[in-house]
């Protein structure tokens, strides 16, 4: 059984800064593929970030390019998520999620068939 803790949210101010963490137990964390979603109020959920097991891809959504960084420590069996340049329409529940498989980056952007979820950490950012 795989279990992803996140931790790391709250509120800010915009443009401020927070940086999110994904703690992983149960499983060999090198062999999973890590990614971030989130989820607004009334909103459906929206992919943020994904990255390869060895940190050598990654991928975001546009939203997010050139203020989210997404990286990993597979020594620490943690993923994190870096945001910078906060604004408003980033509030949301951030959540963690990974999958063993090898599938593109680019297919996590619907966010199905990953195997295990975390259960989020809430980001509130004021204007």
């Known amino acids: 059984q795989v279990q992803l803790v996140e931790s790391g949210g709250g509120l800010v101010q915009a443009g401020g800064s927070l940086r999110l963490s994904c703690a992983v137990s149960g499983r060999t964390f090198s062999i999973l593929t890590m990614g971030w979603f989130r989820q607004a109020p009334g909103k459906e959920r929206e992919f943020v970030a994904a990255i390869s097991w060895s940190g050598g ?45 090898l ?10 068939g990953l195997d295990y979820w975390g259960k989020g950490t809430l980001v509130t950012v004021s204007s």
């Open 57 to 101: 891809n990654t991928y975001s959504a546009d939203s997010v390019k050139g203020r989210f960084t997404i990286s990993r420590d597979n020594a620490k069996n943690t993923v994190y998520l870096q945001m910078n340049s906060l604004k408003p329409e980033d509030t949301a529940v951030y959540y963690c999620a990974a999958d063993p498989s």
């Open 103 to 112: 599938r593109a980056l680019r297919s996590w952007t619907t966010g199905y």
